[in-house]
């Protein structure tokens, strides 16, 4: 069946420098969502990307959606308090399963 | 507006005991799906729903049934709690994945133990 991988499965950032974490996918996707999870609680929508090497951009988050509809990148720039959480990628393939991955678990430094 | 709202947020099961953890949203949402949340194993799904009278199998459904006659309501049921069972369970909705925004509500999840 359809498998999510994320790399790394944790992230320690310094206060202020950048970081990136990665989804791949064993199969093609329709499209790729984002979701951020505090500790605690429950997996916030964060964005949907549905075009081939599409790019969004909110504030220092920046995603990418693969060539090949298989893979999808988070980068975050100046990191803050604020971004502690868990990042989820999630896909959609052929059917109607969505599918996430295992999440990056980002921890801050101040 | 409500959005998902999950019951119980808490339960303490004995081994075979039997429970429905509760989900309904009030979005007309047609797509309604269920999470298990282990530590490291993020986000795996047990059953889902592209609408009333329709269900699917996820990656997990072994010892959970579900069932949905309304579009509000997608209640999860554990025929006979195992020890292995203890997890989160979180309900999902949105819109058909045919639709362009699937953006995934989810609700505030159930802490489940069993013992």
């Known amino acids: 069946g359809q498998q999510v991988m994320q790399i790394p499965q944790y992230q320690h950032v310094q206060e202020g420098e950048d970081f990136t974490t990665y989804c791949n996918s064993s199969t093609t996707l329709s499209n790729i969502q984002w979701y951020k999870q505090r500790p605690g609680g429950h997996p916030v929508f964060l964005i949907q990307?549905?075009?081939?090497?599409e790019v969004k951009k909110q504030k220092r988050l920046t995603f990418q959606f693969g060539e090949a509809k298989k893979n999808s990148s988070l980068h975050i720039t100046a990191t803050q308090t604020t971004d502690v959480g868990t990042y989820f990628c999630?896909?959609?393939?052929?059917?109607?399963?969505?599918?996430f991955g295992g999440g990056t678990r980002v921890l801050v430094k101040p | 507006n409500a959005g998902v709202t999950q019951t119980p947020k808490f339960q303490v099961l004995k081994t075979g005991q039997s429970m429905t953890l509760q989900c309904a949203q009030d979005?007309?949402?047609?797509?309604m799906s269920w999470y298990r949340q282990d530590p490291g194993m993020g986000l795996r799904l047990i059953h889902y729903?592209?609408?009333?009278?329709?269900?699917d199998q996820g990656e997990v459904p072994n010892g959970y049934n579900v069932s949905r006659s309304t579009t509000e309501d997608f209640p999860l049921r554990l025929l006979s709690a195992a020890p292995s069972q203890t997890s989160v369970y979180f309900c999902?909705?949105?819109?058909?994945?045919?639709?362009?925004?699937?953006?995934?509500?989810f609700g505030q999840g159930t802490r489940l133990t069993v013992v």
């Open positions: 999902a909705s949105s819109y058909h994945p045919g639709a362009g925004n699937t953006e995934a509500f």
């Open positions: 979005m007309n949402h047609e797509y």
């Open positions: 729903s592209v609408g009333a009278g329709i269900t």
């Open positions: 999630a896909g959609r393939a052929a059917g109607n399963k969505l599918t």
């Open positions: 990307l549905v075009k081939s090497g």
